[in-house]
């Protein structure tokens, strides 16, 4: 079971806003209650602000302070919990606080990161700093992670040919062509899923439109190199115009750690394993020689969304495996 003050935590963190680059609200609360609990805490960073507490061994536990930018409020159905970033990723600070508020000396290191839902900054000073095993808190649904998919994000311009709208055979439709060279991506049949995230095209000029902006996201399994799919993708983009791969990176497999899932067992959860599908600041860490695993409360399909929700004793359970993985470590301190 959980208890009102859960709740309450879980309220004061969705109700500070704490969009990419404006952290510094909800790192004055949480630092707060560090303070009043005894907990000792550094602020680390250069380019950005990340929150770190030291622990006896290499084992870390981390997560993100910043939320994708929207303002749903803060509510509780008396199952579910809601709000903007409630499941990712303030659910798992909250679980990690909850812990904290039960330990009495601290094995494992914790790092609240900034920066994870733009550009990654916090875990690339982080990983630059530290080394380690580590437990990416995000959303799993409470299954081990040990997958994590790749991603190629390909912005593209296709070009076309400007007419007046009542003569299509004049021009040449960028927007038809958009479609077309989207629908010969996905004819590749390539392992993972292509996804049409932003289109922009066409105006009220009554004019055939001549160029059509898309935002393409490629996410690929950890079994396949990006550099395939990225041959194989340019194959098509470059007979319809200027394209740019701003996001490339391979996924990774990782063996579990025992100590985590004996971590689980012995807290009553059940070890379950799954895939991650997204970016995470794992990706970081695994660049930087760190072995690393994603996991937390929460689905992910909601996150970002006016229904983004998380189950409240499932933050229950997390805060009671993370006090259970402490006291496990203390046999390696």
């Not at 803060?74 to 409630?86: E, H, I, L, N």
């Not at 409470?142 to 912005?155: N, T």
């Amino acid at each position: 079971m959980y208890s009102p003050d859960l709740i309450e935590l879980l309220s004061k963190l969705v109700e500070t806003p704490s969009p990419s680059g404006k952290e510094d609200k909800l790192i004055s609360l949480i630092s707060d209650h560090l303070n009043e609990t005894g907990v000792k805490y550094k602020i680390k960073g250069r380019e950005v602000q990340n929150l770190i507490i030291e622990g006896k061994t290499d084992f870390w536990v981390v997560t993100h302070l910043d939320t994708f930018p929207s303002n749903h409020a803060f509510r509780f159905d008396g199952v579910y919990a809601y709000g903007t970033g409630v499941c990712d990723a303030k659910a798992s600070i909250a679980a990690i606080m909850a812990a904290l508020e039960e330990i009495d000396h601290l094995n494992l290191g914790i790092a609240l990161l900034s920066d994870e839902e733009e550009g990654g900054k916090g875990s690339q000073e982080f990983s630059s700093q530290y080394n380690g095993r580590a437990v990416v808190m995000e959303p799993t649904d409470m299954k081990i992670a040990i997958s994590h998919y790749g991603c190629i994000e390909f912005v593209v311009r296709v070009k076309g040919k400007a007419a007046h709208g009542s003569y299509p055979e004049y021009g040449l439709n960028a927007i038809d062509r958009a479609f077309e060279m989207v629908e010969r991506l996905r004819n590749l049949q390539l392992p993972g899923k292509i996804v049409l995230m932003e289109m922009k095209g066409g105006d009220n000029r009554h004019v055939i439109p001549d160029e059509c902006y898309l935002r393409l996201d490629f996410t690929i399994p950890s079994s396949l190199k990006v550099e395939k799919v990225l041959e194989a993708a340019e194959s098509i983009l470059k007979e319809y115009g200027e394209y740019e791969a701003r996001e490339v990176y391979n996924g990774f497999e990782e063996e579990s750690f025992q100590t985590f899932e004996k971590a689980l067992q012995l807290s009553g959860v059940k070890v379950e394993y799954g895939e991650m599908h997204s970016w995470t600041d794992a990706i970081n860490l695994k660049r930087a020689g760190w072995k690393a695993v994603v996991w937390g409360p929460g689905s992910l399909h909601s996150c970002h969304t006016s229904l983004e929700r998380v189950k409240v004793e499932d933050v229950a359970k997390a805060a009671r495996v993370l006090v259970k993985l402490n006291e496990l470590l203390g046999g390696e301190s």
